[in-house]
Antibody
């Protein structure tokens, strides 16, 4: 049974960066596609990007291009999402999700990480 | 990439069937059989309900079914139960090798 465990809540000032981690267990990490999705308070889900855990290839939503970076550490079975130049509109719950590479859906979800951007 | 269009809310009485639509374009819903649906209860992470238009993950209730016609996908919940009250989101793979979510639908059990 695959499980994803995310890092804890963060409070950041405008202009800062945040890095959220997502540790996978229960299957071979390099078989995964890892995704990041965020949800602002009371708003819809918003896809941010994906990472091929085998070769670290990435694809980002145009909306976040230039501000987001998704990386991984295969030895730790962990994916990371870093968002820079934070503004108040980035206050949201950030979810990681995974599926087997070659699937086109978000199979397993992490518990979410709340990021608050406030001066 | 614009969000897929879903009705803001749908309601039904226990035991009834309801259908949620998800409308996109030929660059997403209409172009690929990679539509998925997610259920999200308040304060919880989303959960996969349907993948590849009409497939259910193992162990998930067969009261949930999916279909697609042209640029519109649909999720049907039959035999509506109180625990089905939640937000529902569709998602599609797109022609730009990315994904897009729907605007979300709040299901209320009367």
């Amino acid at each position: 049974q695959v499980q994803l465990v995310q890092s804890g809540a963060e409070v950041k000032k405008p202009g800062a960066s945040v890095k959220v981690s997502c540790k996978a267990s229960g299957n071979t990490f390099t078989n995964f596609a890892m995704y990041w999705v965020r949800q602002a308070p009371g708003q819809r889900l918003e896809w941010m990007g994906w990472l091929n855990a085998a070769n670290a290839n990435t694809k980002y939503s145009q909306r976040f291009q230039g501000r987001v970076s998704i990386t991984r550490d295969t030895s730790a079975s962990t994916a990371y999402m870093e968002l820079s130049s934070l503004r108040s509109e980035d206050t949201a719950v950030y979810y990681c999700a995974s599926s087997d590479w070659g699937s086109y859906f978000f199979d397993i979800w992490g518990q979410g990480t709340r990021v608050t951007v406030s001066s | 990439q614009s969000a897929l269009t879903q009705p803001a809310s749908v309601s039904g009485s226990p035991g009834q069937s309801i259908t949620i639509s998800c409308t996109g374009t030929s660059g997403d819903v209409g172009g690929y059989n990679y539509v998925s649906w997610y259920q999200q209860h308040p304060g919880k992470a989303p959960k996969l309900l349907i993948y590849d238009v009409s497939n259910r993950p193992s162990g998930f209730s067969n009261r949930f079914s999916g279909s697609k016609s042209g640029n519109t996908a649909s999720l049907t919940i039959s035999g509506l139960q109180a625990e089905d009250e939640a937000d529902y989101y569709c998602s599609s793979y797109t022609s730009s090798f990315s994904y897009v979510f729907g605007t979300g639908t709040k299901v209320t059990v009367l």
